[in-house]
């Protein structure tokens, strides 16, 4: 079943040398699965996740021909209907725990915030219900966290706190932008199981936004390829590395790799045509 | 001989009960031309280990040597001919408002040489940028390029030891190996040895011949990037660590 259908995206910011266009025409569909959007910094991906809530803000401009959220378009909708949109049925995790978490009021207090904001209930269970989603992102000694500030977390606790305060309304889809790319390799592995047996639970969809080639490749359903603005390959995230467009062999091969031992590692040559190429459609 | 050789440092920040000890009794030795890794997570004080040794971390403990003499107090002008570092983030460790040639100038005027103009050339050269970079701002410069700059400020002194604290970590993979290649290429050409810290498992081994696994300020295991490649490590933290990166 399609979630998310987006058709035709464009984010275009004015400038004196004319309009640069971020996005260009990116269509994809999402359904009950994991879909990855990776590429290098400046293509694109993460102005692909924000434009799905309408998050660009002047003087950028954002263009579709259909954002529909189970049937429902997006686009018409005015600021006002989008807060209910946002949070309340698409979530988004930003990158860094420390920027994203208000540094002068207490994690309990924000993550009854964040409930209370959709749900019309008392303090007793905002904060039941809080302590809840924090032992389900396997924080030990949720009560003591509901007090704490958050410079006295870790990053990983951090972000996994985000990710608590993002499901606690209960969304169809979770956007998570870099949600791992802060955190150690140990407690990477931790995040993504925990996002993935959520996922998995609640029936969610999940667009998972990467610069980590081999970590969405390990980690996804599906994954978009995403150049310059557009969508240059679609694949099976199992399949990644069978990948036929150069760019994505180009990315893949400029790793190093503990398995394979070289002098030299392989350098990206970029080819103009990659841009101008129109975008692949990542719909199903 | 070794280039380098830390004998067991303790670093620590702070006094009485605000006391942290970030670094405990470290030791390692990088032989001339070698190049050597310090990987752990965040806070595991691989960092501080390199800050001590550039002076950066006034309070330590123990024994530093650089090319056969012990360090003690301040610096001497000599050590940062001898010894310099690159810092991880090329945005915030470039003036924002030095072009590239007030940058490189400056730091050769400071190291006393007189040959500024065609030095700055010959840097530019060295890590590929060329001269038409010589008069951008770093706002004018994508996050790989930075990295050169960086770079080529750290081979103004003409240096025999390069510090390498987490290069290539803000950067894209693509621009990575850029990267990679570049200090790989200059550690041939002007006989550095490298010390390099990174989260990076397979960085590290990509660059380094040893490498010390660290964590809470302890390293717990040395070896080899031979055993690396072949998952021969003794300790159960850098088996962990080993099989979260691969």
Redesign the interface.
Known sequence: MTLLDVENLWVKFPSRHGVFDAVRGVSFTLGKERLGIVG??GSGKSLTGRAILKLIRPPGIMTADRISLEGDDLMPKSERDMQAVRGQRISMVMQDPKFSLNPVMTIGEQIMEAYQLHNAVGKKAAFAKAVEMLEAVSIRDAPRVMRAYPHEMS?GMGQRIMIAMMLIPNPQILIADEPTSAL??????QVLDIMDNLVKERGMGLIFIS?D?NLVADFCDRVLIMYAGRIVEVCDADKLREAKHPYTQ??LN??????E????????KRDPAWSEAPSVSGRI | MSMISVENLDVWFGRGRDRVDAVKGASFAVKRGESFGLVGESGSGKSTILRAIMGLAPDWSGQITVDGKAISGRREKGFYKQVQMVFQDPYASLHPRHSVDQVLGETLLLHGFTDIDDRVVKLLDDVGLGGKFRFRYPHQLSGGQRQRVAIARALAAEPEILLLDEPTSALDVSVQAEILNLLADLRVEHGLTYVMVSHDLSVVGHMCDQLAVMKDGEIVEIMAVDALRAMKAVHPYSQHLLEASV
Not at chain 1, 254 to 259: A, C, I, T, V, W
Not at chain 1, 261 to 268: E, G, I, K, N, T
């Open positions: 290098e910094s990053g150690d390799v140990s407690v990477q592995r610069h080639l180009g990315l400029s790793l190093p790799r503990l398995d031992p070289c002098a030299r590692l392989q350098v990206l």
